[in-house]
């Protein structure tokens, strides 16, 4: 049975940080993502990464969060700095085989059950 589980969420304050992490089990995967929700917007991509660790970053988080992936541990991470109130949401682990880049939700076929973040003003 395939599972992702998201960890890592908490409480920030603006300008802090935080560390996500994804565990993947049931299987490998070449592509892992990590999306977002907000409340009463729709879920949209924030980054992903490939079998050959190529990343690709959602223009609202580059040069602020960094994507990453052991491949023997089947883990990915996402470490988020200079944290804003508009990151406040709920992040999603995502996977798929492939090997181009992928930023729609209806191109991911597994998913985790997210793990809210929420960064004060």
């Known amino acids: 049975q395939v599972q992702l589980v998201e960890s890592g969420g908490g409480l920030v304050q603006a300008g802090g940080s935080l560390r996500l992490s994804c565990a993947a089990s049931?299987?490998?995967?070449?592509?892992m993502a990590w999306f977002r929700q907000a409340p009463g917007k729709e879920r949209e991509f924030v980054a992903s990464?490939?079998?050959?660790?190529?990343?690709y970053y959602a223009d609202s988080v580059k040069g602020r969060f960094t994507i990453s992936r052991n491949s023997a541990k089947n883990t990915m991470s996402l470490q988020m700095n200079s944290l804003k109130p508009e990151d406040t949401a709920v992040y999603y682990c995502?996977?798929?085989?492939?090997?181009?880049?992928?930023?729609?939700?209806?191109?991911?076929?597994?998913w985790g059950q997210g793990t809210q973040v929420t960064v004060s003003s």
């Open positions: 995502a996977a798929r085989n492939g090997k181009h880049y992928y930023t729609g939700v209806n191109e991911y076929h597994y």
């Open positions: 049931g299987r490998t995967f070449s592509t």
């Open positions: 990464v490939n079998w050959n660790r190529s990343t």
